[in-house]
Every structure is written in C-alpha cells, then in structure tokens.
C-alpha cells in the first residue's frame, strides 16, 4: 500500500463544476504539499500547508492532520485547469509522492 | 524569479551508454533531489543531496549515481542506460526542512528515451 493515495486517478470535469481531489496519507509529517504538472513535465507548487486551510484565487486547499487527509478544491473549473495534481507528503528532508489526479475540464 | 533548470527537455540514447543529466538552481538551496516518474507510480526518489558533496540514496538508486561539486549544480549519470531506464527525469531544490514550510521547487523535466 503506497505511503500517499490519491483519488481519484483520473477526473473529467465540464467546465465551472466544482472539483475536489483527495489525498490520504499514513505516515507523521510536517507539512503537505499540492503540486501541479501541465503537459510538457514542467511542476509547480500550489501550495503547502501544515494546518488548516489555505487560499488562491479559485484553489482551496485543506488538511485534516488527525484524520491525515487532505483536500483540493477548485470553484469555477475551466479548461486551463486541466492538469496532473500531486499529493506530496513531507517530514524533515523526507519527501513521499501521490501518483496523481489527472483532471480534465471540457469546454 | 527564482529557477531550477535541467539541461535537456528530451535525451535519446543508446543501451549502454553513459549518460548525464544535469539540474542547476540559483536560489543557493542546499537540498537537491532526483526524482523519475513513470505512469501511475508517481515520483520515486533516486538520489538526494543536502550539501556540496553530500549525497543520500533514495529509493531506487539502482544503475544511477550522482555528482555535486558546487552547490547550485547536482548531476545524475546512468552508467550504463538500459530499456528500463526509459523514463521522466525531474530534478528538485529546496531550503531545509525545518518545519515543512519550505516551498518546492521543480525544473521543467528530461524525458530521457533509450534504445
């Protein structure tokens, strides 16, 4: 059993749904962070967090620490957003990967 | 802006050659990492480094090695490429880990190809 599940693997949206994406995890850590990956390979953090709840623009994202889950939502999905997102787990230099949620959002 | 840059965004080589890829940041981060990314098993961690000089096997360092003679530079070499080594290659730095805080920082991949 991997170390970070994500669900689900795959997700096709229409556009201005609203879309959450789920990472569970096993082990301590410290932080959590949401990752995304466009065609081309290139990845960029979202964001990090540790506790609570954070906040960009239409992206929300949320850590339960004592259940270890997390959460992203998107409001307002739109084709831009179409995206592989990944669930990375942190302790000290200890880094753990979800092998991500492929999104899709059709016009 | 800060930037993490892998010397080729796509690499076809020959089985049995050797081969080097090559990652530099210039945010004067200490921690530099490896990773390869195959379809539905996500990043797994082949080498790390902490310091100039330093470095850590990670969880498939099998058929790899690694160089850091500077610290904005960490250089990955396969040895002898095989088919199996057909991968995406990402390399990463951040600042230590303190508390989890440190944001993570990506070059834009090599899709390493071998025949």
């Known amino acids: 059993k991997n170390e970070v599940e994500q669900s689900p693997q795959n997700l096709t949206a229409q556009e201005g749904e609203f879309i959450t994406i789920n990472c569970s995890y096993s082990?301590?850590?410290?932080?959590l962070h949401w990752l995304q990956q466009h065609p081309g390979g290139g990845i960029v953090s979202l964001f990090m967090?540790?506790?609570g709840k954070k906040k960009h623009g239409r992206l929300i994202a949320t850590i339960n620490i004592q259940e270890k889950h997390s959460s992203l939502h998107i409001t307002a999905s739109h084709p831009r957003d179409s995206a592989v997102y990944i669930c990375?787990?942190?302790?000290?230099?200890?880094?753990?990967f979800g092998a991500g949620t492929r999104l899709t959002v059709k016009p | 802006d800060v930037k993490v840059t892998q010397s080729s965004r796509y690499l076809v080589k020959r089985t049995g050659e050797k081969v080097f890829l090559e990652c530099v940041q210039d945010m004067d981060h200490e921690n530099m990492f490896w990773y390869r990314q195959d379809p539905g098993l996500g990043l797994r961690l082949i080498y790390f480094?902490?310091?100039?000089?330093?470095?850590e096997k990670g969880d498939i360092p099998e058929g790899y090695s690694v160089s850091r003679e500077k610290k904005e530079r960490f250089s990955l070499i396969l040895e002898s490429a095989s088919t199996n080594q057909t991968s995406m290659y990402l390399c990463?730095?951040?600042?230590?880990?303190?508390?989890?805080?440190?944001?993570?920082?990506f070059g834009s991949g090599t899709q390493l190809s071998v025949l």
């Open positions: 967090l540790s506790s």
């Open positions: 990375a787990v942190c302790n000290n230099n200890d880094m753990r």
């Open positions: 990463a730095s951040t600042a230590p880990f303190f508390n989890g805080s440190e944001k993570l920082f």
């Open positions: 082990v301590g850590i410290s932080a």
């Open positions: 480094s902490y310091d100039v000089k330093m470095k």
